[in-house]
């Protein structure tokens, strides 16, 4: 844990379920490896997944079981930590590979950018060799010129324990990478023969494992699961599949057939998903089904409402899932055994210090301002007071302008899909800049837009179909919580349980109780194919809201409340395509050419809170209430680190 980060008050419900074969999930850590600095449930660093991760392979050994790690991709833009430096991920990969994961596949982040791309394929896939796979992920081989898989197709491997598996890497049907690399998409893939050869391989196959970033609920919008697991059950009818998932930042659980789910597990390093199952059928597996001494899973997989494909025969298998909070609170109490203090191994503690260097040596600290309150993405509704979208915009009409320009009349569009997460009171630091808007999409404009055009293109976009929703998750809990809690917090003893009878399993000699949870913080609070107990730490629910997927701020407009002939149409270009469609949809005749940059090109969605926070929350900086911080209860009331309504 980062020396300024806290600990959890309140801790996991029990002890994990331990199957045949074990798996833990991470995804979407979009370079979150310092952890949640300012909020409590979430604290834990890189490091201490490290030492978490090695007490609990020595655990699947003691068990006699199998354990592996996966992660499904999007490793950068959301953390100063892999986005302040020059390529993205220069310092964070480095970091983030000290996991000796099993399997893992790429995200969309990985293939925006052209030297991300090919950093991915020549150092990150190499690091991993054929533990990396991007079954429909391509890019042009610089030196030869030819496509090559950035990973590779396909991993066909044995467990310690001797299960016999398959495994694939597939991300959706992406469509916004640059031009150097090449997604298949799914229905393409599942036509290609040497994906249809694996699935038919000439060893034995105890168990297909289908991971990707990709959404693991076959309905979903951009999922591609569905077309995957149909291909693979229609030609091997009664061999488990499993999916791990991605990209929809969710936590969640889906069941395919009686031998085939799926689970999600969250993003930014706020989620660990834990998977067990018991049961697969293998003439040469070692491992105990249901092993001595810890629960063991015991659900059966029941399909809800599908229209996939079907195994016909019944089914042994039994599965557990569990979200797990990202804090030292919850991997001290899951690695069993190793107190607080002796959790840490050496290699955890030396990943630490890594990342507290790197955060110096990047300025991460560094302070643009006092932020007079919380704002959040999600828990309110739009542009409601404590919206982040409200801030935004101000701050947009306050820093957009161009000083050539500043009293012609201008509307400014972003798509709220670059705005990646809350934004604490108290300092606003250079890292916080890349948590809440980390990405270098600059402001262009057409200057001279009849403001009868230009009025209808936000609900052109809100409407779609010009752009897809960011997310469908109008009923899922996106489980921030923000804040910071009091200091002091972290002067006090390693917290204990006092639920479920678990005080018994934590540590005598650190068994001080102060400031005990006694009641569920608020957090995640998940509903799944599984029902509503897959969260590890039970949680209050945080009220969510959806929010469009434009946001627009005026500017210069006439005082009188009249409006203007025309404006200046500003927009990002990672939009443009967008925009141009939207108003050459109501009258208007617009190409590329028409399109300048209405401000430097270095003046970024990147840019634009730390130059509101010079201009807004400067004077606010010799009293900043460092390290005070508020929450929200279950009606979105403003809460104090205590819990105390403000
Ligand atoms: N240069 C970029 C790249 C992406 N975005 C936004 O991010 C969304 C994708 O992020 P996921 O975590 O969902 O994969 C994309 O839809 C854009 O909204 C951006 O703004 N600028």
């Not at 403001?451 to 409407?463: C, H, R, T």
């Not at 479920?500 to 949870?517: F, H, V, W």
Request: aromatic share 12%; with cysteine; net charge negative.
């Amino acid at each position: 844990m980062q020396p300024d980060a806290q600990n959890a008050t309140t801790g996991p419900k029990g002890p994990l379920e331990w199957g045949q074969i074990n798996f833990l999930q991470t995804t979407d850590t979009h370079g979150w490896l310092e952890g949640h600095i300012k909020e409590q449930n979430y604290g834990a660093d890189w490091g201490d997944y490290v030492s978490f991760t090695k007490h609990m392979k020595k655990k699947a050994k003691n068990l006699g079981v199998d354990l592996l790690l996966v992660d499904t991709g999007d490793l950068h833009d959301g953390a100063g930590l892999s986005d302040a430096t020059t390529l993205n991920g220069e310092i964070s990969n480095p970091i983030f590979e000290n996991i000796d994961y099993d399997l893992l596949t790429i995200g969309n982040h990985e293939l925006y950018v052209t030297e991300i791309a090919y950093e991915t394929f020549s150092n990150f896939s190499k690091r991993y060799g054929d533990r990396y796979l991007t079954s429909n992920v391509q890019i042009i081989n610089p030196s030869t010129g030819e496509y090559e898989y950035i990973g590779k197709k396909y991993r066909y491997f044995t467990t310690e324990q001797g299960l016999r598996i398959m495994a694939f890497g597939v991300l959706f049907d992406f469509k916004g990478n640059s031009n150097v690399s090449k997604v298949i998409t799914a229905k393409n893939l599942t036509e290609e023969k040497w994906f249809l050869d694996a699935i038919n391989y000439p060893k034995p196959i105890d168990l297909f494992l289908v991971i990707g970033h990709n959404p693991v609920r076959a309905n979903a919008t951009t999922s591609t699961f569905g077309t995957l697991f149909s291909t693979i059950r229609n030609l091997r009818p009664d061999i488990p599949v499993q999916g791990f998932g991605g990209h929809t930042h969710i936590r969640d659980f889906t069941v395919y057939d009686n031998k085939a789910t799926g689970m999600e597990s969250g993003r930014y390093c706020e989620t660990l998903g834990w998977l067990s199952i018991t049961g697969i059928k293998s003439s040469s597996c070692k491992a105990e089904h249901n092993p001595h001494g810890v629960p063991h899973p015991t659900r059966p997989a029941v399909p809800l409402n599908t229209s996939l494909p079907q195994s016909k025969t019944p089914s042994s298998l039994r599965y557990a899932r569990r979200y797990l909070d990202w804090n030292r609170l919850t991997f001290a109490y899951h690695a069993e055994g190793s107190q607080d203090h002796t959790f840490d191994i050496s290699k955890g503690v030396e990943v630490t210090g890594d990342i507290t260097s790197a955060r110096k040596s990047l300025n991460l600290t560094s302070l643009y301002g006092c932020a007079p309150e919380s704002y959040c993405q999600f828990c309110k509704p739009f542009l409601a007071d404590g919206n982040l979208f409200g801030l935004l915009q101000t701050a947009l009409t306050t820093v957009v302008v161009n000083e050539s320009r500043s009293d012609i009349p201008r509307m400014i569009i972003i798509n709220t899909g670059s705005v990646r997460f809350d934004l604490a009171k108290g300092p606003f630091t250079y890292d916080d800049s890349f948590i809440v808007s980390p990405f270098k999409d600059a402001f262009q404009f057409i200057p001279d837009v009849p403001y009868e055009q230009a009025s209808q293109v936000l609900g052109i976009l809100n409407a779609g179909p010009f752009q897809k929703k960011r997310r469908d998750l109008e009923t899922r809990d996106f489980g921030f919580e923000p804040l910071l809690a009091d200091r002091d917090i972290c002067l006090d003893p390693p917290i204990t349980h006092d639920r479920d009878g678990l005080k018994a399993r934590s540590n005598p000699g650190a068994s001080i109780l102060r400031r005990q949870n006694t009641s569920p913080t608020p957090g995640y609070t998940t509903t799944d194919d599984f029902g509503t107990d897959g969260d590890d730490t039970v949680h209050s629910k945080i009220p969510y809201y959806a929010q469009p997927n434009d946001l627009q701020a005026n500017g210069s407009f006439p005082t009188d409340g009249s409006t203007p002939k025309t404006v200046d149409l500003i927009f990002l270009d990672f939009i443009q395509s967008y925009i141009l469609a939207a108003l050459n949809s109501v009258g208007g005749s617009y190409v590329a050419g028409d399109v300048s940059y209405y401000l430097p090109k270095t003046f970024t969605t990147n840019s634009y809170l730390p130059a509101y926070a010079k201009v807004a929350w400067q004077e606010n900086v010799p009293n900043c209430p460092v390290g005070q911080g508020i929450g929200f209860d279950k009606r979105g009331v403003r809460l104090d680190s205590m819990g105390v309504r403000i």
